[in-house]
């Protein structure tokens, strides 16, 4: 369901996203940028954003795009990288982060998007928006740029927690497959369960035990179980899901993005080398910019917390105003798409065949 709030205007309702302006490296007034940059690609947003009022009003004032359809929640303390997660929500209730949830909580907003820090951002969400009944771990399910026609493949857990059992990684499946059908119109997902080899008998015991559940919910769950996968696998087209626990998936994603800036610098030295490949840059200049969007971590800035009554997009905190704006557009297409509450129902569906199943072993 979309919200609105008194900022919408007379006619169409606006999808409104809450925006956690704080906590950030790039301060406030990167995020109000990106935010702008959001709304003058898309005219059917409008924004709440917390943190102090003076300083946001100020930096908003400049944005005339942002005129009518950013209401400013004054919160005036802020979640650094260093606080640990557990001082936050003890005594985090006057934070810009706090704010930006209660208002997904309230109903007042569809989604919320936060460049703040992760554990922090996590532990609130689930106090406050609480998990879906029947989910054991939510999980933060991140973009991968790939060769598969959509542009992406999803990944997770990124990071929410670094453990993960069988039924954990069963659920991070199905919590995937809600988010590529709902995020690319895929009807039909491939899942991967990410291990050292392809191999059945490769991998710790709760994968094969993971291989099991997921290759046994397939066809119920109307998805493709492609079985095991390697890293090498995180940009290719042999599945659309990549399912990991969070230790291993936020290490992968580290290390992409590490690789991918490697990839630029030493692509712009080696053009820098010599007069004649000077020239060469020239020449190659278009192609060179496009494969620079393609590996662009900003494109797809913005990991989804899965398994909450709520959708919360954290947003890479070193990000830029590009990269909020991808984070943004990110929040808009779950809002418009009504994921949290697909998603809700796909888990309560996967929990009444583990029910029904259960059943059936106990009666034999």
């Known amino acids: 369901m979309t919200a609105t709030t008194d900022i919408s205007k007379a ?16 301060g406030p007034a990167t995020v109000v940028a990106g935010i702008s940059r959001a709304a003058q690609k898309n005219s059917n947003i409008g ?25 400013v929640r004054d919160a005036k303390d802020v979640v650094l990288m260093e606080d640990k997660p557990a001082q936050v929500m003890r005594h985090g209730k006057s934070t810009s982060m706090w704010s930006a ?76 497959i809600s988010y590529a059908r709902n995020g690319f119109g895929l009807a039909r997902p491939r899942v991967g369960l990410l291990n050292v080899g392809t191999e059945e008998h490769k991998g710790r015991a709760e994968l094969k035990e993971a291989y099991d559940l997921i290759s046994a919910n397939a066809k119920k769950a109307d998805f493709e179980f492609v079985g095991f996968v390697e890293g090498r696998d995180l940009p290719g ?21 590490g690789i991918a800036n490697l990839i630029g610098d030493l692509l712009r030295q080696a053009f820098r080398y010599t007069i004649w490949s000077r020239m060469a840059s020239l020449l190659a200049f278009t192609s060179m910019r496009r494969l620079k969007e393609r590996i662009d971590p900003r494109r797809v800035n913005g990991g989804v917390f899965l398994g909450l009554n709520g959708t919360v997009v954290k947003s890479h905190g070193a ?40 059943n059936e072993g106990d009666s034999e």
Request: glycine share 12%; hydrophobic share 45%.
């Open 101 to 176: 949830l209660e208002s997904v909580r309230n109903g007042e907003a569809t989604v919320c998007v936060s460049c703040g820090n992760t554990g922090a951002l996590m532990g609130l969400s689930v106090m406050r928006l609480r998990k879906l009944d029947g989910v054991y771990r939510p999980a933060i399910a991140v973009l991968w740029p790939s060769r598969n026609p959509q542009g992406f493949n999803v990944m997770l857990d990124g990071g929410a927690d670094i453990r993960a059992d069988a039924k954990d990684l069963m659920q991070y499946a199905l919590m995937g």
């Open 237 to 257: 087209d042999r599945c659309d899901v990549i399912v990991t626990d969070g230790f291993t998936g936020n290490v992968a994603l580290k290390t992409g993005e």
């Open 47 to 71: 924004f709440i954003l917390h943190g102090p009022k003076a300083e946001l009003d100020n930096l908003v004032a400049k944005r005339k795009n942002l005129t009518g359809i950013c209401e």
């Open 319 to 358: 990000a830029d105003a590009m990269g909020v704006s991808a984070a943004v557009g990110l929040a808009f297409q779950l809002g418009q798409s009504g994921f949290s509450e697909k998603l809700a129902a796909r888990v309560a569906s996967a929990a009444m065949l583990s029910d029904v199943e259960e």
């Open 11 to 26: 006619g169409a309702a606006r999808t409104i996203i809450s925006v956690d302006a704080m906590g950030g490296d790039e």
